[in-house]
């Protein structure tokens, strides 16, 4: 098989001159068979050998590759039907069934199916009754199946389904789409929308996303055809909330696609009565908002799925709720509150009672409870704690097998390894989400992973390269509709240009990444942003500004009851008092806060105190 580009006029009509054989052409056909078929290898072909069988003159050559097969399968008006039937079948179809659909006694159907095979237009693999035909292009078979009155085709397509069923029950399981397709395509919208519906279900299982999403799209597409009933907008809520739980993983958590998912099914929710068994819908347009940096909205629906599940005791909907609330008040720094919300959803999951649950939103309720609780942690200043958080929830994600589960507990594993300061774990991490992202087809986590190879790149001093990989990263992020840890994002991108020597471009990304912290309420790294910003405006020798912006910084942390936030900006006020000449009020500013940690000294943060606190006493 070669793959053939268009051919030059020499070529074109060396190949009309051996498709035709000991046929005579006159010098004008063979010109004007080379000149309409604009060296498209198939037109040429198929057009010369309609030209042979016809014999018509050179002004009767059909001008388009659609016309010349279709004037080929006139000519073969004896074994049309044949012909029609097995491109309603498929590209490729077997004798057996094109057998059982036809109808027709063996003889004439291997006569006819003789006749098909010698004009070219279908091959042959294997003898009756085992043989396999196939179309030699997809253009021939759409001309067939086109060729069908819209009646024929409708009832064609019903009996390839029943017939199908008959011979082949095993592919109900197996391929569920090839049923969907026929039933759709014989106007039978009910019988498609539970094939395609399962065709998605099955889809998602082995992680073919991409596909699955389609799948469901298609049933959603086939049940809008059937009369609106209360069924009917049990199945739809069904449908929409499963295709946003693909799409998370397919275009991203705040893609406008999902949100239109997690829309609808909110509303088709909320009027068939807050149903328990599709608390997707709820929790999924909550997640949706958070992912978009609208937290106040994410955080009401999170409420809302509270206030719904308590009286009535569900505790599903108690563990998406918690896990919900817990999740977007982490992203708005309540740190307290996010801890208790995200530990609640951890005491009350069962892994027996609450199985469904998994199946229904599509992410693990306990691996993702663990990997944002690990952030929650750090922040509070138990480095030592978060990290055996983040590590468990990749072992139960590896546990599960299951690839999206995996890709958001790697991600968040390799930002809190970014902030912990653990370079060759980080590097790890995030070149294991890149490949699964990649394999998998996740555009989200993909972004992800390319930010922190850039960072990793950036600390390992390829600046130049990972300022790049940073800034594409970034832009395929926000691609995606995400704007939550988009702050951290450009802070991440703030200390690259720093290194760099880019000062002001580094003190232009700080200003960038606190206008998201206005924007957005997503203050959970804002004391950070603000030390930052005092830092590069210190070498600037901005000292006053500087002093103001630690101050804030430092009651930033203490409002959040962040401790680790909390140390970084003493660290900082304590160096500039030191460089001041100011060393017992350095020592009172640092101690006390130093002095609260009774673990991680392990980490850089620590270490760096402790350096800073040596010194000062030393003196």
């Known amino acids: 098989m070669l793959a053939l580009n268009r051919l030059d006029q020499h070529e074109r009509t060396a190949l009309i001159e051996q498709i035709a054989g000991t046929a005579a052409l006159l010098d004008e056909v063979i010109d004007q068979i080379a000149d309409r078929t604009d060296g498209v290898p198939l037109f040429i072909e198929e057009l010369t050998k309609s030209v042979l069988e016809s014999g018509v003159p050179a002004v009767g050559i059909p001008t388009t590759l659609h016309d010349s097969l279709m004037a080929r399968l006139d000519r073969l008006s004896s074994v049309r039907r044949v012909a029609q039937i097995g491109a309603a079948i498929g590209r490729q179809f077997p004798y057996g069934l ?59 397509h019903a009996q390839i389904a029943e017939a199908l069923e008959a011979q082949s029950p095993s592919l109900i399981v197996s391929s569920p789409e090839i049923f969907a397709q026929h039933y759709a395509e014989a106007g039978l919208a009910e019988k498609a929308v539970a094939y395609w519906g399962k065709a998605g279900r099955e889809s998602a299982a082995r992680s073919a996303m991409a596909e699955a999403a389609a799948q469901f799209q298609k049933a959603l597409d086939q049940l809008a055809l059937l009369p609106h009933t209360p069924e009917r907008q049990r199945q739809e809520l069904e449908l929409v909330s499963a295709l946003g739980a693909v799409l998370n993983a397919v275009k991203g958590f705040a893609a406008p696609e999902t949100g239109h998912a997690y829309g609808r099914a909110r509303a088709l929710w909320e009027q068939l009565g807050f149903p328990s068994e599709f608390l997707q819908a709820p929790y999924g347009l909550s997640a949706y908002h958070f992912s978009r940096g609208e937290l106040d ?20 909907g108690l563990i998406l709720g918690h896990i919900s609330s817990g999740l977007t008040l982490m992203f708005a720094g309540r740190f307290a509150s996010s801890q208790s919300h995200l530990g609640k959803a951890l005491a009350l999951y069962d892994p027996i009672s609450n199985h469904s649950l998994v199946d229904q939103v599509g992410f693990h309720p306990q ?8 952030c929650v942690l750090f922040c509070l200043g138990f480095p030592h704690q978060a990290l055996a958080q983040s590590n468990a929830a990749i072992a139960q994600a590896r546990g599960l097998a299951h690839p999206r589960f995996l890709a958001g507990s790697l991600a968040i594993g390799v930002r809190l390894l970014s902030l912990v300061g653990d370079d060759a774990a980080s590097e790890e991490r995030a070149d294991e989400l890149v490949a699964l992202a990649i394999e998998q087809g996740f555009p989200y986590w993909r972004s992800y992973g390319t930010i922190y190879r850039g960072w990793i790149k950036v600390r390992n001093g390829d600046v130049t390269e990972g300022i790049s990989l940073l800034r594409i990263g970034s832009a395929a992020y926000r691609a995606t509709g995400a704007e939550q840890w988009m702050a951290h994002n450009v802070a991440l991108l703030s200390i690259a240009s720093e290194i760099a020597g880019q000062f002001e471009e580094a003190l232009t990304q700080v200003d960038e990444a606190l206008q998201i912290v206005e924007r957005t309420g997503e203050r959970w790294f804002a004391a950070e942003l603000n030390r930052r910003r005092g830092e590069l405006l210190l070498r600037q020798g901005h000292t006053k500004v500087a002093e103001e912006l630690y101050y804030k910084a430092l009651n930033i942390a203490r409002e959040q009851e962040a401790k680790l936030w909390e140390l970084r900006a003493a660290v900082s006020l304590a160096r500039l008092r030191r460089d001041q000449g100011q060393r017992a009020e350095a020592h009172t500013l640092l101690a006390p806060v130093y002095g609260w940690f009774t673990e991680g000294f392990g980490t850089q943060d620590l270490k760096d105190a402790e350096a800073l606190l040596d010194e000062l006493e030393g003196a």
């Open 367 to 374: 691996v993702v409870s663990r990997g944002y609780l690990a």
């Open 297 to 316: 909205l994410a955080l009401s629906l999170g409420q809302d799925l509270l206030r719904l599940s308590r009286p009535r005791g569900d505790s599903g």
């Open 98 to 156: 094109l057998q059982a659909v036809s109808r027709l006694d063996e003889d004439e159907l291997r006569a006819a199916l003789g006749r098909l095979v010698a004009s070219e237009l279908v091959f042959q693999r294997g003898t009756p009754p085992d043989a396999v035909y196939a179309f030699k292009h997809a253009l021939v078979q759409d001309v067939a199946h086109d060729s069908l009155l819209r009646s024929a085709r409708q009832q064609l």
